[in-house]
Structure formats: structure tokens, C-alpha cells
């Protein structure tokens, strides 16, 4: 594989990081990212953290065969564990995790942020939580998009602490930005969505008594915000 060439989502991961960045990658698989904007030259210095010991060798030996050995450090560490003081992190990657977990290595590893770096996050699902960590931990989103690629949708929530934010339920819920741009991406994305979510209520009311009242009530929340959402794109177009 040529290593300067990324997916479209790992592309689009890229576009958010700021040039001159020194880059930490947590949960790196490849390294395939940090070795494409070094030998790009968008990034000044890179860490590859990554817990799994496969991945973790993989990292390696994609640094080792672009010779930037002496560029990103690739370490084995769980977490933000990988940042060190001395690398002087200024942007934290996140890709291809549960929105939850990254929420969770967040919020456990807060000890190693310092506060100034921006966040580039690719969470697969799990927006809502991660959002709201954002948002109550003094997070303001700056940028968020979201993509297609081989039949998934992704989105990607860039955020750099800005002191206190207030996002509403439904900002949370399909990100504040995006609500705001609404462009043909989110509009399939959440048509998709909606067919999904009318059959998963359709088959809950059918079995009410197996399911948590708390669980059907924001199913039906959900199914009701999306509606209107397309609703009224339907009526500005």
C-alpha cells in the first residue's frame, strides 16, 4: 500500500489537523495517518499510541519502512498513557472507536491533556455521549462532517476547550454544527436512519412488555427529532 495515500475517512480525519502540529494518534492500528502527514510535511512530530500488541507492531514497521523512526514515536500504552509531557502534544487523534470508549480513555486520562490541544475525533457511532463529554468539560465544537464510505456512515467532531458551552438536546444528539449546515451527507445519513428506527419501534411497541419504558421513549424521541429535521429540509427545498 502506498502509505501517502489514505481512505476518504482517514483523509478527511487529516484535512482537520492543524500544519506544524505535533500529532498524538491514540488507537493507531497502522500508523498509516501519522506516516502520511509526516512525509506530507503537514506535522512537525507524531506519537502512535496503540494497547494491542498486532497493531502496535504494525505501527512500527510502517514508521520503520517510511524511515521516520526519528518522527513519531510508537508506543504501547492504553490510552492517553502514550502522551508524555516532553512531546509537547498539540492535537489528539481519535479513530475508528466506539464513541463511548473514547469518551471513557477521555474522561479516565484526563491527567494528560493540558488543555490546549485540539481534539480531532472520529468515533464510529456513539456521537451523542462523546458530545455531551465535550460539552461538559468545557469543549467547544468547532468543525464536524460527516462521510461516506464503503456503505458506512462516519462523522468526524473536531473541539478545542473554550471554557464553558451549552449545547440544546437535539445539538447533542446530530452535532450543533451540523444542524446548522445540514449538508447532503447528514440529510442521507439521517433518512437512512429514520427507516431504521421506525422499524426497531415498530418491533419494540410489539413487544412493550420485554422492553424498558426509558429505552422506547427516547426511541420515539429520536424517531420524532429526525422526522422534523426532514421534514423541514424538505420544506426549505
Avoid at 506516516?35 to 520503520?64: K, N
Avoid at 479516565?108 to 475525533?121: Q, V, Y
Avoid at 455521549?129 to 465544537?141: F, S
Avoid at 447533542?172 to 454544527?177: H, M
Wanted: net charge neutral.
Amino acid at each position: 500500500m502506498n502509505q501517502q495515500r489514505l481512505s476518504v475517512r482517514l483523509e478527511r480525519v487529516a484535512a482537520h489537523v492543524p500544519a506544524g502540529a505535533r500529532l498524538a494518534d491514540i488507537g493507531s492500528d497502522h500508523g498509516y495517518l501519522l506516516v502520511a502527514l509526516l512525509t506530507r510535511g503537514v506535522i512537525a512530530a507524531a506519537v502512535a499510541g496503540e494497547v494491542a500488541l498486532t497493531p502496535f507492531h504494525a505501527a512500527q514497521r510502517s514508521v520503520r519502512e517510511n524511515g521516520l523512526s526519528q518522527r513519531i514515536s510508537v508506543r504501547l500504552a492504553d490510552g492517553l498513557a502514550a502522551i508524555e509531557s516532553a512531546d509537547g502534544i498539540t492535537a489528539i487523534s481519535f479513530c475508528g472507536m466506539g464513541g463511548e470508549t473514547i469518551r471513557d480513555i477521555l474522561d479516565r486520562d484526563k491527567a494528560h491533556l493540558s488543555g490546549g490541544e485540539r481534539l480531532i475525533l472520529q468515533p464510529n457511532g456513539g456521537e451523542q455521549p462523546l458530545r455531551q463529554w465535550l460539552m461538559e468539560n468545557g469543549y467547544r465544537i468547532l468543525d464536524e462532517e460527516v462521510l461516506r464510505e464503503n456503505r458506512f456512515d462516519y462523522e468526524i467532531i473536531v473541539a478545542e476547550r473554550s471554557g464553558p458551552v451549552s449545547y440544546s438536546a437535539e445539538q447533542l444528539y446530530f452535532g450543533p454544527l451540523q444542524l446548522q449546515e445540514r449538508s447532503a451527507a447528514f440529510i442521507a445519513k439521517w433518512q437512512r436512519l429514520l427507516r431504521l428506527k421506525r422499524q426497531t419501534l415498530s418491533n419494540f411497541t410489539r413487544a412493550r412488555q420485554a422492553v424498558p419504558e426509558e429505552k422506547l421513549q427516547a426511541l420515539t424521541q429520536q424517531v420524532r427529532w429526525i422526522s422534523e429535521l426532514l421534514a423541514a429540509e424538505g420544506e426549505r427545498r
